[in-house]
């Protein structure tokens, strides 16, 4: 299993940026899929964004041309640039990884969009 955490979350105004960030403990390189999920109160888990080991990306309706996600392999990192953000992006943002099977998330981190 793979060890996630994220960081990045705070507090923002609509319309501002954050960029989440999730380390992973192993080499990036070995995973076949890494996602962000989002969880608003009162509301299920959502996809927000995937990329595959092949730099394939993909978004949810809601997010395009706001957020990018991408990963540096020199750091086993996992990112998530988020641009333009509003008030229903307002949720805890978990990190997910599939290797060799195995489904691994990390704890959460909150964002909050708000005046």
């Known amino acids: 299993q793979v060890q996630l955490t994220e960081s990045g979350g705070g507090l923002v105004q609509p319309g501002g940026s954050l960029r989440l960030s999730c380390e992973t403990s192993g080499t990036i390189l070995s995973i076949f899929k890494m996602e962000w999920h989002r969880q608003a109160p009162g509301k299920e888990r959502e996809l927000v964004a995937r990329?595959?080991?092949?730099?394939?990306?993909d978004y949810a309706e809601s997010v395009k041309g706001r957020f990018t996600i991408s990963r540096d392999n020199t750091k086993n990192t996992l990112y998530l640039q988020m641009n333009s953000l509003k008030p229903e992006d307002t949720a805890v943002y978990y990190c997910?990884?599939?290797?060799?099977?195995?489904?691994?998330w990390g704890q959460g981190t909150q964002v909050t969009v708000s005046s």
């Open positions: 990329i595959f080991g092949s730099g394939v990306e």
């Open positions: 997910y990884a599939l290797r060799a099977g195995i489904v691994s």
